[in-house]
């Protein structure tokens, strides 16, 4: 079966450096991508992870371990416009994407 | 315009009648897919689109829904009989073709069957 877990809600404060996991069991997985999502808009592009390892891009960085099935997005130096949802999302092998439920991140001053 | 666009951007319908959707992904990106997102959870694959051909329906729930690229570009969801339980967004996303490309999805279509 297809399954993807993320923590639903995370709080953290303006500044600091927040984790969240996602870990997944797919048919197949032809890598793994991170999504950003505003309430109320589309979700836009954040990392790709098809390789073990860490990918780092600005205040993002993204981690795979295959092996393990699981992931992290790390965001540095939050901002309140950080405020979003977070989504994991597998690649399988025919290209479609399976997302988890998304991680609700609120920002506090 | 850039980007992926839907119309309409919010449909509003009764229980029983059918509706279109619409989704005019980026130009020259040959793969679409559309998902459709409930309050709360992550999108959910329907279909994606290689040219103009249904490379995987998987993910259309029953016989009601269909999708459509004709000419390999513009795409058309279309749900019959619709149920309140088919209210959602439904989201479009375009990708520049087959392998690790970046989908690039569009602001949605608010669906609410009443």
């Known amino acids: 079966g297809q399954n993807i877990d993320q923590p639903t809600e995370m709080t953290a404060t303006e500044g600091a450096i927040v984790q969240i996991n996602c870990t997944y069991q797919t048919s197949g997985f032809n890598g793994l991508f991170w999504y950003q999502q505003h309430a109320g808009e589309a979700p836009t592009f954040l990392s790709y992870?098809?390789?073990?390892g860490l990918e780092e891009k600005g205040r993002f960085s993204s981690f795979l371990s295959r092996s393990k099935g699981y992931s992290y997005l790390l965001l540095k130096e939050l901002q309140m416009k950080d405020s979003a949802s977070y989504l994991c999302a597998v690649r399988e092998d025919t290209d479609k994407l399976i997302f988890g439920t998304g991680t609700r991140l609120q920002v506090f001053p | 315009g850039a980007g992926v666009s839907q119309t309409p951007s919010n449909k509003v319908t009764e229980k029983g009648k059918y509706v279109e959707l619409r989704c005019d992904p980026i130009s020259g990106h040959t793969a679409l897919y559309w998902y459709r997102q409930s309050l709360g959870q992550g999108p959910e694959f329907l279909i994606y689109?290689?040219?103009?051909?249904?490379?995987?329906d998987s993910g259309l729930p029953n016989d009601r829904f269909f999708a459509v690229r004709p000419e390999g570009s513009v795409s058309t969801l279309k749900i019959q009989r619709t149920e309140r339980g088919d209210s959602a967004v439904y989201l479009c996303?375009?990708?520049f073709g087959r392998g690790n490309y970046e989908q690039y999805f569009g602001p949605g279509t608010r669906l609410t069957v009443t």
């Open positions: 689109f290689q040219g103009t051909g249904a490379a995987d």
């Open positions: 992870n098809v390789l073990d």
């Open positions: 996303a375009s990708s």
